[in-house]
């Protein structure tokens, strides 16, 4: 029996895959090359694009992967051109979906209260969510992080109750770590985490906090993903660039198996 937390890692695809047969070959590589993990400790999520969503789900079940996307719209259904239904994401069976990514908010116009909106959306779905915090570089600078993620907090979790708060996954993943060649330090993260942690301390029950996973993405990589979760307070990691290759994505989700072993038998 596993009395810790389950450890999780999410593969964001982004938009990096190019076609049909690229999508087919990353599924082949990963059949053929991922023995299985240990589903106790560890979920692994790929956070596909919404064309190769399908096709993932059908062809990769029984590997233990949860297939999910990232991002969804706040209404089941109507008169809403080119969004994305909730609804019909449930019915395909989407496991988990991204929130509130920083390049949804600085490219889309993505806002607290939108965020709020899809976390309900979600719920209502039963689709996990993992919800995005984290400052801008220049909201680094001007030392305003703790009031950036407070306000990220606050807003978007509004009307979630204790029950809901114990299901969402977040991540910590600061606008300036993401897409360079190193994460941001030990002591951020750790920092961070912490500090997080006690803003929803301020908001729910200590108890729901307790159970919330709080993991960190930018810049994750075979590198930096050791240091990175043997930071007590993480309790998972985010990866983009890392995990476009399978074999490689294959490796971080080994590497992270066996810290999440390693804390269960603590
Ligand atoms: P990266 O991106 O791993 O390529 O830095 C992370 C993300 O945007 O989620």
Known sequence: MFTV???????????????????????????????????????VHIMADFLSFEYLKKNLSGT??????????????GAFAGEVSPLMLKDLGCDSVYIGHSERKLLFGEND????????????????????????????????TEEVLR?????GLKNVTSG???KIIFIYEPRWAIGREQSASQETISAMHKKTYNLLVELFAPESVKKVRIL???????????ETIEIKEVDGVGAARASIDPLNFIKLIKIIEAEALKRARL
């Open 151 to 155: 306000r990220q907090l606050s807003i």
């Open 113 to 144: 209260e939108n965020v709020n909106r899809k976390v309900l959306a979600a719920f209502r779905n039963k689709i996990t969510p993992l919800v995005f915090i984290g400052e801008t570089k220049q909201e680094l600078d001007d030392g305003s």
């Open 164 to 166: 809901m708060l114990e």
């Open 5 to 43: 937390k389950k450890m999780v890692i999410f593969a964001n695809w982004k938009i990096y895959m190019g076609s049909r047969a690229e999508v087919s070959g990353y599924v082949e590589k990963i059949k053929r090359n991922l023995s299985g993990f240990n589903t106790d400790a560890l979920e």
């Open 64 to 77: 233990g992967i949860k297939i999910g996307v990232q991002d969804l719209f706040w209404e089941d259904s």
């Open 216 to 226: 960190y993405g930018g810049s994750v990589n075979l590198e930096n993903i050791k």
